[in-house]
């Protein structure tokens, strides 16, 4: 009798487990959506993401092969979509920002729990009400107030990037950083030295 039930528990186990392997390998197809495939049932495409060279060459590989600006990929077991299509991408992040405007809660957030939030992870009315606190602070007035500097730090920018072999591929992201990390430096500077005028 035991075995019986261990044999039925085994087999609604396995027809689960198939049924969810069906379901993630139509996730994008039954969306018209294409995507590249599925390399690990349970890394989904990260296996291939960790181990390549460069993650944004990896994206662009895809997009070559899938000749689709837009695609889908999985993350463990979670779908993700790629989009390289401004128009796509503009409706999302402005004409329908409302209804995409936080950023998924990570695993770790999820462990922290939600009174230890902050600004790039919160959700839903939190988030709606640390935008309101913040948008103040970036009016048209104040922003052009940091003109003189950003300018500043961008002529240094492309002066680091002029200086760069033309023929040599480089990692934009992390020039990016650095350019980010040096406006932001230069702006806390000049900050601290009109609190004490």
């Known amino acids: 009798m035991i075995s019986l039930i261990l044999f039925v528990l085994i087999v609604i186990l396995l027809y689960k487990i198939i049924l969810f392997v069906n379901y993630r390998n139509n996730y994008f197809f039954d969306r018209n959506i294409p995507s590249p495939a599925i390399p690990s049932l349970i890394s989904g495409h990260l296996s291939i993401l960790w181990s390549t060279r460069s993650y944004s060459e990896q994206l662009y590989k895809w997009t070559k092969e899938l000749k689709s600006c837009t695609y889908g990929l999985f993350e463990g077991t979670r779908p993700l979509y790629v989009s390289s299509d401004v128009d796509f991408i503009q409706e999302v992040f402005t004409k329908q920002f409302n ?86 430096c230069k702006l806390l500077l000049f900050e601290k030295y009109f609190q004490f005028i």
């Not at 935008?131 to 240094?156: G, Q, Y």
């Open 99 to 184: 209804k995409f405007n936080s950023r998924r809660t990570t695993f770790f957030a999820r462990l922290a729990g939600i009174e230890r939030a902050h600004l790039v992870i919160a959700e839903g009315a939190q988030w709606k009400r640390q935008r309101t606190v913040l948008n103040p602070t970036f009016s048209s007035v104040k922003m052009r107030s940091l003109v003189p500097t950003i300018d500043e730090c961008a002529s240094i920018f492309i002066e680091q990037l002029n200086k760069i072999d033309e023929h040599r591929s480089i990692n934009i992201c992390e020039m990016y950083k650095r350019f980010s990390m040096d406006v932001i």
